[in-house]
């Protein structure tokens, strides 16, 4: 891509407290956005604290992600007026679907859906 999107050159750690302070506005918790991003990224805790640690930009954080989950294709739904399973582009997606797992958090949905019925 020759000229990508200003969010992919981003640090994931000048976002990651957007998505806190979306939850927390809505009475969720930081512990809940770590699980959701651990569930569609595969990083442990400890390699999420890393990569904020490091500064990792979101382009990076998404394609260096140890196991994409296979479920991120139930996501479905608009985010920023565009539908999250017609984006072509893997990492616009993976930030899309990340954007839309928050908004469903902070909305109120019961984790085992945001997650995808993981727990059941």
Same mark, same amino acid.
């Given at each position: 891509m =020759?000229? +990508? +999107?200003?969010?992919?050159?981003?640090?994931f750690a000048s976002v990651y407290p957007l998505y806190i302070t979306k939850a927390e506005k809505k009475g969720r918790t930081k =512990? !809940?956005?770590? !699980?959701?991003?651990?569930?569609? =990224?595969g990083y442990s805790q400890a390699a999420l604290e890393a990569q904020l640690e490091k500064g990792t930009d979101v382009e990076t954080f998404l394609a260096e992600a140890p196991q994409l989950n296979p479920a991120r294709a139930l996501i479905k739904g608009m985010v920023c007026g565009v539908r999250v399973e017609e984006i072509e582009e893997p990492t616009m997606q993976g930030i899309r679907y990340l954007d839309k797992l928050i908004d469903e958090l902070a909305r109120g949905k019961a984790m085992e859906k945001i997650l995808r019925n993981q727990y059941q």
């Open positions: =020759t000229n +990508p +999107p200003r969010i992919y050159r981003m640090s =512990t !809940e956005v770590d !699980e959701i991003i651990r569930w569609l =990224t």
